[in-house]
């Protein structure tokens, strides 16, 4: 078994890395304490081709394979957690759907200028009564002519405003399916961005669907599959998560360490105490059996292989790694650690989110526990 990222990987990783260092990083203090959202920055990723990284060539893409997008998310968010969470998003939520289900059509009208980083996009799955548990999903869409008419709310859409079109997971009759709705459709109302403990570049939105019709072509996938296709982007989206959080931690340990190193406490620099240095030895140890438990679904999917568990797997350890990693380097920092003058508290703040989103911890271990009980 080979470790090695081969030479197209480690390529990719070090533009990635450079681009990041340069024109992510310097930002995201700003980004966390302004919340604005980055679109210069996006909008630079997009010339680049990050924001179609995995989309196949032939819908503007380049077409690559799901280790890559791991290694892209794994290095922003080394930067920033937020300009992080959007690509995520878009890519693994929006274009991923697309890239699985969409018809040529879909395909050519919407992940062309989306894999070109032109117009983001956003999947709607969350209402007030339905998170984890889909089935509880009261938005409907019904038959309209030849259309369809689609009635109800959705919570917390990643890139909603911000988005040009958004994926929605409605009830038709007995099942659900998935419909694609441009944002500016009538009928399409934005609350305000939410106000969250982090992430605050990554704006996260309620919307509500009053009597919005949608072309029959709209349908994305096939009528009443669209639990079987939300699984199934959620796995994706998963190990997206998860390379996400993976850099996150190595963001609070990299911070971490320079702080011990250079901090003197009793005559010594911190790190020359025995706690100290435990805690950076327990830091490294669980990043790098993270990176390869993300590295391995990523490649299981890239082989077309099953990878729901490992992909359930990877997302429950590294997030709440990322969490710990991000908790202990406050800690080593002391009271500096709970202030803004250091990135810690920002970067544990965001990493925070990662054990709820795309399926909290407690919905990973019940997918693990469905396969291995």
């Known amino acids: 078994m080979d470790f090695n990222l081969n030479e197209e990987h480690r390529m990719l990783q070090g533009i990635v890395r450079e681009f990041v260092e340069k024109e992510v990083a310097p930002r995201a ?3 966390d304490e302004t919340g604005e959202f980055p679109w210069d920055t996006l909008r630079a990723m997009g010339k680049l081709g990050f924001l179609g990284l995995n989309v196949p060539e032939q819908y503007g893409g380049a077409g690559a394979d799901a280790l890559s997008a791991a290694l892209l998310l794994e290095e922003i968010g080394r930067g920033c957690g937020s300009t992080g969470l959007i690509v995520a ?3 693994g939520l929006a274009c991923g759907p697309l890239a699985l289900f969409g018809a040529e059509a879909q395909k050519k009208r919407w992940l062309v200028p989306m894999a070109q980083g032109q117009i983001l996009g956003c999947l709607g799955l969350t209402e007030a009564g339905a998170g984890c548990d889909l089935r509880g999903i009261r938005t409907t869409a019904v038959r309209d002519g030849d259309g369809w ?3 109800g709310s ?3 859409l990643t890139n909603g405003a911000e988005a040009g079109l958004a994926i929605l997971l409605c009830r038709t009759g007995d099942g659900f399916s998935h419909f694609l709705i441009p944002t500016d459709a009538p009928g399409v109302g934005f609350g305000p961005p939410e106000q969250k403990m982090g992430l605050h570049g990554s704006h996260t939105y309620a919307v509500s669907l009053d009597d919005v019709r949608v072309p029959g072509e709209n349908l994305l996938g096939v009528e009443g599959r669209g639990l079987a296709q939300t699984l199934q982007v959620l796995d994706g989206g ?5 390379s996400l959080s993976l850099g996150l931690a190595q963001a609070a340990y990299a911070a971490a360490r320079t702080y011990a190193r250079t901090r003197q406490t009793f005559g010594h620099a ?5 706690a100290i240095a435990f805690m950076l030895a327990d830091m490294v ?5 993270a990176r390869w438990l993300v590295y391995r679904a990523a490649t299981l999917r890239d082989q077309g292989r099953p990878y729901t568990k490992e992909a359930a797997i990877a997302k429950l350890f590294t997030t709440e790694m990322a969490e710990r990693v991000a908790r202990n380097a406050i800690q080593i920092h ?3 650690g709970y202030s803004q003058e250091y990135p810690v508290e920002r970067i544990y703040r965001d990493a925070r989110l990662m054990t709820i989103g795309e399926g909290t911890s407690e919905m990973q271990r019940l997918v693990i526990a469905r396969h291995v009980a």
Do not use: P, S
């Open 149 to 151: 008419r689609i009635d």
């Open 29 to 31: 203090r700003h980004v």
């Open 238 to 242: 998963r190990v997206g998560i998860a």
């Open 285 to 289: 140890t669980e990043i790098e059996a």
């Open 334 to 336: 002391g009271g500096y």
């Open 270 to 274: 911190l790190n020359e105490h025995q």
């Open 154 to 156: 959705k919570m917390w």
């Open 89 to 91: 998003a878009h890519l």
